[in-house]
């Protein structure tokens, strides 16, 4: 048996008070007949002030500029008006209620414009969100790589993506470079996935985390110069494959002098009886510090770098990539939300915020307060406040280690990409950026700016 559900005034009243809209009703003379809660909040006025009132009257005394209402009672017809209420814009639109032929009432829709605004860009945003998304799947080409490694662009991530794509089919030693959390290891599995050994074992050696008495046992097995290699160690488990070694200047040193022995097999391809296949290895090696130091030093051999800097490959700070991060918020935004079926977004306040922090854990970094906000925010909406609890106050920081001019230059690409947003040409820039517009086309020759007007 199917329930009845009785509609009363009492209940329709509630839902007109939970409406986002104002709702204003007047009968066919222009007294407040009905006044909402949303109403009260954009008018400033409250219900006892309102309810019957008559509209010519409150538009006499200034307390209203203008009336829709009254326009519609005087037309008969729908009209919509802009209208300065205190210190607010304010968006109505006036509805006539015929009953045979004769006006009944009038129904007056309204909105504050700045949440209009807001609306127009969180729409706006998603767009861009959403764009950014369609083009990077429609870029993916290899099946088993992190999503986030091919957003390029930037022209600091092109290069890089160029050379990349370029040197990954060959099997020269390269050597990737780069801050903590840039996703080096990310792009040493891009390098094997886009190569001919794609199909064979890829295997990391992190030589910061595994023990100096493990390390070398596990590297090399019982490897002697002259049987070969050990079919329990990892550079046979290598073999037709790629090695990876991450942080190669935490290494001990005997493990160090044994790899030189074992590349001297790899780059000349000796066939020595009982050595099998030394020369199908193909090598990675990846560190963030000051290589040529650590070589200095004598903390890393200079005969066993020489081997594998073959190619460097040096993977940019977000500092660098400031056209890509818009990109990567979106990917790991849409990641975790299908990771925990939620549909989070970013208030555009939210977006700008983190657009201007300086991520000095770079992209390992971003993964982590995506996925923290999408976990930790209580609203679809994750404002500016959410993100503030989450990174404090550094979101101004232009990164670690950056000087004044790197700092300023980096400052002035920002406002530059965020004044073309604002502009529809070349010229409307120019005069936003208050500069001439052949400066400022130097400048963003100079920085290697894509820019995209509305």
Same mark, same amino acid.
């Given at each position: ?6 509609i ?30 949303t ?12 309810i ?46 015929y ?19 807001e ?12 764009n ?24 600091a ?27 080096k290891?990310?792009?040493?599995e ?32 019982s ?55 030394y ?10 510090? $000051?290589? !040529?130091?650590? %070589?200095?030093?004598?903390?890393? &051999?200079?005969? @066993?770098? /020489? ?57 390992s ?5 995506i996925?923290?906000l ?28 950056? $000087?004044? !001019?790197?700092? %300023?230059?980096?400052?002035?690409? &920002?406002?530059? @990409?965020? /004044?073309?947003?604002?502009?529809s ?30």
């Amino acid at each position: 048996m199917t329930a009845r559900c009785n509609i009363t005034k009492s209940f329709l009243l509630k839902v007109l008070d939970e409406s986002q809209q104002g709702v204003h009703i007047v009968d066919e003379e222009g007294n407040t007949l009905l006044y909402n809660k949303t109403a009260e909040a954009i008018d400033g006025m409250t219900k006892k002030e309102m309810i019957s009132k008559n509209m010519k009257d409150l538009v006499d005394c200034g307390t209203f500029s203008t009336s829709v209402a009254l326009d519609v009672i005087k037309t008969g017809e729908v009209k919509e008006v802009i209208q300065n209420i205190k210190d607010k814009t304010v968006v109505a639109t006036g509805i006539p209620i015929y009953n045979k032929k004769k006006l009944e009432a009038v129904v007056v829709f309204s909105k504050d414009s700045k949440m209009l605004e807001e609306m127009v860009l969180q729409m706006k945003n998603l767009l861009i969100d959403n764009n950014a998304i369609s083009e990077y799947l429609s870029k993916q080409q290899v099946n088993n790589y992190r999503e986030d490694m091919v957003i390029a662009n930037s022209k600091a991530m092109k290069r890089t993506m160029k050379l990349i794509e370029r040197v990954a089919r060959l099997d020269t030693p390269i050597f990737l470079l780069g801050e903590v959390g840039v996703g080096k290891t990310m792009f040493a599995e891009y390098i094997h996935n886009m190569s001919l050994r794609s199909s064979e074992p890829f295997i990391k050696i992190d030589c910061s985390a595994i023990p100096e008495a493990i390390i070398e046992k596990e590297l090399f097995g019982s490897f002697d110069n002259d049987a070969g290699l050990d079919e329990n160690s990892l550079l046979y488990k290598a073999i037709g494959g790629t090695l990876f070694f991450d942080e190669i200047a935490d290494m001990p040193l005997s493990c160090q002098k044994r790899m030189v022995y074992v590349l001297n097999k790899l780059r000349f391809g000796e066939k020595e009886q009982g050595i099998k296949n030394y020369q199908n290895i193909r090598i990675l090696s990846a560190s963030n510090e $000051n290589v !040529k130091k650590n %070589v200095s030093s004598g903390r890393l &051999r200079k005969d @066993l770098y /020489y081997k594998l800097n073959i190619i460097q490959v040096n993977i940019p700070s977000l500092r660098e990539r400031y056209e890509d991060i818009l990109s990567l918020i979106a990917v790991f935004l849409n990641k975790y939300n299908r990771v925990y079926l939620e549909k989070k977004m970013l208030s555009p306040k939210g977006k700008k915020l983190l657009l201007n922090y300086g991520w000095p854990g770079n992209v390992s970094e971003m993964e982590n307060v995506i996925e923290r906000l999408v976990v930790t925010s209580e609203r679809d909406l994750i404002k500016e406040e959410d993100i503030i609890e989450l990174i404090g106050d550094g979101y101004m920081q232009m990164g670690e280690g950056a $000087n004044l !001019k790197e700092k %300023v230059e980096h400052y002035e690409k &920002r406002l530059i @990409l965020e /004044y073309s947003r604002q502009s529809s040409c070349m010229k409307e820039l120019s005069m936003l950026a208050g500069i001439n517009e052949s400066t400022l086309r130097k400048k963003i020759t100079r920085y290697g700016i894509n820019i995209t007007f509305n």
